[in-house]
């Protein structure tokens, strides 16, 4: 009572009493402790030294301008980016101070929203370029900020030039400078957009928000239900199957004073006469013109293309978007004048509102040849099988029952541009062709265009790219 435990450790250092047996034992414990702690403590410089190898004392002072490696695991931020997007290091940041022996407090930028204060082990210094100050400093916004980014923008590029072996080089316009909204997405997020459509690894598509679908034989009957209220005050009148076949002209002021049909019915105009006959424009003004005693030449020409239409079809196709193959637009590049034997297919699939798959199509110049060649409209579904593996599956033969077949003559300029606009001799003759195959996508705007041109209002566009005089006259 009252004494201290002895322990082995005060038995060995000073062991007086009457058993040399428990002194060994106490011994021996000692011993193998001094032994275990010797090797600890090599085992633990070893682990230092190598530990140390590339290791350097970091201290940085308040004001020292910083690098950050930011793990894409560590920050609730990152988790959208794939880590593979994340940069190794983002900075240069300043240091606003020292935070307790190993973290400093960094000046991020507000947009980057994570917390400022790191451990030194994440910082690295920056060392400017001191003859180029601005070389090494990102004009990128770091990775996680995707609202916007503080940055000048030095100029805003609307075209690039394409330049590639072997054949002209071109421009090619960003969409943006149309105003258009557009989203590029990965072959994976496409995937996830519209599991039906396969591209490949290497393909991506480019999505248009804005871009909406109309039905246009709706359209039409929609236009002529409600015109028919205009019918008694003479502002409407239908001529169906009764082609204009002659422009006339009272005084001798260069005006059209009225167009007549072939059923020599007069239609006067009391403003302008518009001449909106597609493909046919260029044989139709040739005829007008010539009793007129006017040369004019639109060059347009049809180019004929296919609309295979399914109703009721049995497939597990589900379709979340309009789909187009890229090679559809860019129409300039397909099939020549010259090469009438040939046809491009390009892939366009949709479902309408009626729940109809529409599939599509093909450019071929063959005149007004209004056949129909079963051999395209076989080619035409071999291209939509390579987009959609789930028709792969579907003959055309088991299909005859629920496809129809439409074709139509899309107007096409040589130089790829519509023609919208007066012709000169003719002052109040105006002319709105050659609109290819985006005719009805840019209906609105050509009237809109036409109807600002006669009434004399400002143009909300130039119009000189369009302009009839130096392309058709
Ligand atoms: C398969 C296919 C798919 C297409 N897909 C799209 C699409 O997705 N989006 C798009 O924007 N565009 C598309 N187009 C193109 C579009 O159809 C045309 O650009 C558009 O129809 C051109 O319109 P337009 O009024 O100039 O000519 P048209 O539509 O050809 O109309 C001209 C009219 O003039 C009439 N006419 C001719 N001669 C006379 C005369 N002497 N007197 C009175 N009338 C006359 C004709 O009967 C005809 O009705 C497609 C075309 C095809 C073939």
């Known amino acids: 009572m009252g004494q201290q435990p002895l322990t082995p450790q005060a038995v060995v250092s000073g062991y007086t009493g009457s058993s040399p047996a428990a002194y060994r034992l106490a011994k021996g414990w000692h011993e193998q402790l001094d032994i275990t702690k010797a090797y600890l403590n090599k085992a633990a410089n070893k682990m230092k030294k ?53 973290s400093y407090n960094l000046e991020l930028p507000p947009k980057l929203k994570i917390h400022p204060v790191f451990h030194v082990s994440m910082l690295k210094p920056y060392h400017a370029d001191l003859e180029d100050q601005t070389r090494g400093k990102s004009q990128r916004a770091p990775t996680a900020v995707v609202a916007s980014f503080e940055r000048d923008i030095e100029s805003i590029e609307t075209k690039r030039v394409i330049r590639r072996r072997g054949v002209p080089s071109y421009n090619e316009y960003f969409l943006s400078n149309a105003g258009l909204r557009a989203e590029y997405w990965s072959s994976s997020n496409l995937q996830l957009k519209e599991p039906e459509l396969t591209v490949g690894p290497e393909g991506c598509a480019a999505f248009l928000p804005d871009d909406a679908q109309i039905d246009v034989h709706s359209a039409v009957a929609l236009i002529e239900k409600d015109n028919i209220h205009f019918i008694p005050h003479n502002r409407y009148a239908e001529f169906y199957n009764d082609p204009a076949v002659c422009l006339m002209r009272y005084s001798k002021d260069g005006k059209v004073d009225a167009v007549k049909t072939n059923n020599n019915k007069i239609l006067h105009a009391k403003e302008a006469v518009v001449i909106a006959a597609g493909s046919w424009t260029g044989s139709l003004m040739h005829n007008l013109a010539r009793d007129l005693d006017v040369t004019i030449n639109v060059p347009v020409q049809p180019r004929k293309g296919y609309l295979l239409v399914f109703e009721n079809i049995k497939s597990n196709l589900r379709l979340n978007h309009a789909t187009m193959e890229a090679g559809y637009v860019n129409y300039q590049r397909t099939s020549t004048e010259n090469s009438s034997k040939s046809t491009d297919i390009s892939m366009t699939a949709t479902i309408d509102a009626k729940g109809n798959l529409l599939v599509g199509s093909n450019r071929q110049f063959v005149g007004f040849n209004g056949d129909l060649d079963m051999h395209i409209v076989e080619q035409i579904w071999k291209r939509t099988q390579e987009f959609f593996p789930a028709l792969r599956n579907i003959s055309l033969e088991s299909l005859s029952q629920e496809m129809k077949v439409r074709t139509g003559f899309r107007p096409y300029m040589p130089d790829g541009k519509p023609v919208i606009g007066p012709i000169p001799s003719m002052p109040n003759v105006y002319l709105a062709t050659g609109h290819e195959g985006g005719g009805i996508s840019m209906a609105l705007g050509t009237a809109e265009l036409i109807a600002d041109m006669v009434l004399g209002n400002s143009l909300k566009l130039d119009p000189t790219p369009f302009a009839a005089e130096g392309r058709c006259c």
């Open 50 to 102: 190598w530990a140390d190898k590339n290791r350097r004392p970091l201290e940085f002072q308040e004001g020292d301008l910083v690098m950050v490696k930011l793990l894409p695991h560590q920050f609730k931020v990152f988790r959208k980016v794939h880590k593979g997007l994340v940069r190794k290091y983002e900075g240069p940041f300043p240091i606003i101070r020292k935070v307790g022996k190993v």
